[in-house]
């Protein structure tokens, strides 16, 4: 099972571009790596998902180095209602039958005025 | 509104009780997964079914059993409730058990409060 390694905590203020990277060394050649957004005391939201290089959505973009043992999650331009916590999570074997998701402590992003 | 409909919303009861938390997944989806949050673990993995089955457990009491019914919709009993019981659970949705595809829809939780 592939473990993610993330920084516990993150300081931005409004409008500044914001990146989090994340670790994990021991991926494996099916998983894709997700990340999610929690709100204090709502469901985490799925925000982006890639498997190489780079992907980008309405909310935020996704790098992958060639080595895929790292991503860094960018989030343009950000806001107050940012202010959550982050998770990177790297599937399971993509060819298995359980589709569990493992969550770490996440980074917790603290947007300032 | 993710689709994903948690009842009850907040949970009051006493220590030794057993209650039954109810989770309909978003339309379309077959697999369920049930996750405990409490301040001090973080998301916790609890179990998986994917169209009836028990596809996967994770860190599951005993006191503890979930099932999934045919309409989809599942159930997370907890029984002999302890002060540590007390948490966030969570049900989340996907189209596939696993796959290319790990975009879970979660839902807004259930807060069980043991007293």
């Known amino acids: 099972l592939a473990k993610t390694t993330q920084p516990i905590s993150m300081d931005s203020y409004e409008g500044q571009e914001v990146n989090i990277t994340c670790s994990h060394n021991?991926?494996?050649?099916?998983?894709?790596i997700t990340w999610y957004q929690q709100f204090p005391s709502q469901g985490p939201r799925f925000i982006i998902q890639?498997?190489?290089t780079k992907v980008t959505n309405e909310v935020a973009s996704l790098f992958i180095p060639a080595d895929r043992k790292s991503s860094t999650l960018s989030l343009p331009r950000v806001s107050l209602s940012d202010t959550a916590v982050y998770y990177c999570?790297?599937?399971?074997?993509?060819?298995?039958?359980?589709?569990?998701?493992?969550f770490g402590q996440g980074t917790t992003l603290q947007v300032k005025p | 509104d993710s689709g994903v409909t948690q009842t009850p919303k907040h949970l009051i009861t006493a220590t030794g009780q057993r209650v039954t938390l109810r989770c309909s997944p978003r339309?379309?989806?077959?697999?369920v997964y049930w996750y405990q949050q409490s301040l001090d673990q973080g998301l916790q993995f609890l179990i998986q079914?994917?169209?009836?089955?028990?596809?996967a457990k994770g860190n599951i009491l005993e006191r503890f059993s979930a099932q999934q019914f045919p309409d989809l919709h599942s159930e997370l009993n907890l029984s002999s409730l302890e002060l540590g019981d007390s948490a966030l659970y969570f049900c989340?949705?996907?189209?596939?058990?696993?796959?290319?595809?790990?975009?879970?829809?979660f839902g807004s939780g259930t807060r069980l409060t043991v007293v």
């Open positions: 989340a949705s996907s189209v596939v058990p696993a796959g290319r595809n790990y975009g879970y829809t």
């Open positions: 021991n991926i494996a050649t099916n998983d894709y």
């Open positions: 890639g498997y190489k």
């Open positions: 999570l790297v599937g399971e074997d993509g060819s298995g039958n359980t589709g569990k998701l493992i």
């Open positions: 339309s379309g989806d077959l697999s």
């Open positions: 079914y994917y169209n009836g089955e028990e596809r």
